[in-house]
């Protein structure tokens, strides 16, 4: 079924290791070995040793000794880095695609023509990016004295990365990290690594100097807690589910670090009547199966107001299964597998639970034949469950719909906003008022109207609520990545100053 000569090689291209410290790839110390799993087929693609927590200590040692020199070079020069980052990813764009398809189970035209030329877009915005790093007030606010703020890279970041998008989010960690005179460490997910150390030594080949990037390939539990806790990481950005994302929190908290989450998500879809009811099916099937569903910002939830709802439930579903599901490296397939079997079966569970509750209207099944080895689902559709119901209630992660009916606009919102998660949303309609209404009410990162899923390097990625907080890419990224420091001259040059009085003795 599969042609493995036009595949990336990783146990002959990455054949060093899975770890990138001080500008090169080295083996794991841990004495256990991970197996990287392409979940089209289940056969093992890269088997390499796991990071111990002596060789994070290296990392962040790597990472350390790096920071001065990177902190002192001028915006200018991390700008001419990374432009030169973004044209050796340009030259690379096959192989990163070749690579992100076979460890995630991505279609090749998903990481063609979006996750990787996303990824080169975002780190020439950052390239841009760099040289606008500002203070916001520069004067004499006091009468006396000139203030001034200095924004000041944090020092060593450790930043720790989920599976779904791995070459992604490694960019969204390292780019703003970097751009603003921080060097980084970063744990990738231990499935899915192999992007993230091309990633890091491209910039190698950029000429982005040695230590300012460095990735450690291990447990969340072993070596992502310890770089949690490390005492020489000055900040934590981590992007991951909301249960590990508030361990990480007390870990982080408790070495008193700057701290930066993107957790889970549970996008409402909300399609008022007067909406473009085939605008509305494309786009929630779009927005839905986006990744095979595994996507933070994926449509998860429509509400669909009841003159449109018959219609909607019929035509989402007769879309949903003309969807080409098949062999990522396949042309003409639309849909991958996820990303591992065990993914697959825990999405499988919430559907055959949802069963005793509520209509599975399609899919709800793995394919057979063919595709019975590899991680697959078939795009589903559920209607008729309870608004507190653990289908409309719980981050599924996979290529899963629910559909629900509102009578008023105000129940529409009320439900939209009724989960845990803040992320992302999206309402459908033709009338300004009420479109406008949701983006006012919805409370969430990002509200798409008419639309869901595009991203763009200029806007901010970020949640609300148990989403998280904090932002990726966008210039708001350089708020985690940054701290200001506020500079005060005295402008007097006199020994006694006016408001010495107020601690001893009287008016000079
Ligand atoms: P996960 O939380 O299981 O793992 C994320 C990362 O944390 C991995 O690298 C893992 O090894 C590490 N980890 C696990 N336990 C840890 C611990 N105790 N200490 C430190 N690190 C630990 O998430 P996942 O299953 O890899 O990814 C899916 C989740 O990521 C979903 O919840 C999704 O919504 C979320 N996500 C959010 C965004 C966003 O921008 N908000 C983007 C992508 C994914």
């Keep these: 079924m599969h042609n493995p000569g036009h595949r990336f090689q990783a146990q002959d ?111 020439a915005f950052f390239a841009g990016a760099a040289r606008h790093l500002q203070g916001q007030s520069a004067g004499e606010y006091s009468g006396d004295h000139t203030s001034y703020v200095r924004r000041e890279p944090i020092g060593v970041v450790g930043s720790i990365a989920p599976w779904n998008y791995p070459l992604q989010m490694a960019a969204w960690k390292i780019l703003p990290a970097i751009a603003a005179g921080n060097t980084i460490v970063l744990k990738p997910a231990e499935l899915t690594p192999l992007t993230s150390l091309l ?70 879809f909300l399609v008022f009547d007067d909406a473009d009811l085939e605008a509305a099916v494309q786009g929630a099937v779009a927005g839905s199966l986006i990744n095979t569903g595994q996507d933070c910002t994926a449509a998860t939830r429509a509400y669909v107001q009841r003159p449109l709802y018959d219609a909607f439930v019929e035509r989402t579903a007769a879309l949903m299964a003309s969807v080409r599901v098949g062999d990522p490296f396949a042309p003409g397939t639309d849909l991958g597998p996820m990303v591992s079997h065990a993914q697959r079966d825990r999405v499988a569970g919430f559907v055959d639970r949802a069963r005793g509750y509520a209509r599975v209207v399609t899919g709800g099944e793995a394919p057979q034949g063919d595709l019975k080895s590899g991680a697959y689902y078939a795009p589903t559709l559920v209607a008729d469950a309870a608004q507190d119901s653990e289908i409309v209630q719980a981050e599924i992660f996979g290529p899963v719909l629910v559909v629900l009916p509102f009578d008023t606009d105000d129940e529409g919102i009320a439900l939209a906003n009724d989960t845990p998660y803040g992320l992302a949303a999206s309402a459908w309609s033709r009338d300004v008022y009420r479109a406008n209404r949701a983006t006012r009410e919805i409370k969430a990162g990002c509200v798409w109207v008419n639309d869901h899923i595009p991203i763009i390097s200029e806007m901010p990625h970020g949640g609300y609520k148990a989403s998280g907080f ?5 210039a708001y990224s350089f ?20 408001w010495h009085r107020t601690v001893f003795g009287d008016r000079p």
């Design 199 to 268: 990633f890091a030594e491209a910039a190698t080949h950029a000429g982005i100097p040695d230590g300012v990037i460095n990735i450690v390939t291990g447990l969340g539990k072993e070596a992502g807690e310890h770089l949690v806790g490390h005492p020489d990481v000055a900040m934590t950005s981590f992007t991951g589910s909301t249960a590990v994302g508030k361990r990480v929190a007390e870990i982080a908290t408790s070495t008193v670090k700057r701290l930066h989450l993107e957790l889970g998500g549970k996008a409402p």
């Design 479 to 498: 708020e985690e990545y940054t701290q200001v420091k506020h500079v005060m001259f005295d402008n007097t040059a006199v020994a006694r100053k006016d």
């Design 470 to 474: 904090g932002k990726d890419m966008s």
């Design 13 to 123: 291209r990455l054949a060093d290791g899975a770890q990138y410290i001080g500008g090169r790839l080295v083996e794991g110390t841990s004495g256990r070995t991970h197996a990287v799993v392409d979940p089209a087929t289940g056969e093992e693609v890269y088997t390499y040793e796991l990071a111990s927590t002596a060789d994070v200590d290296a990392a962040v040692a790597a990472a350390r000794a790096a920071f001065p020199g990177w902190a002192a070079t001028t915006p200018g020069e991390r700008s001419d880095a990374l432009h030169r980052f973004a044209a050796v990813l340009a030259e690379r764009a096959e192989e990163f695609a070749q690579a992100e398809s076979l460890q995630c189970g991505k279609p090749l035209k998903l990481t063609r023509e979006f996750d990787v030329p996303g990824t080169i877009d975002n780190t």
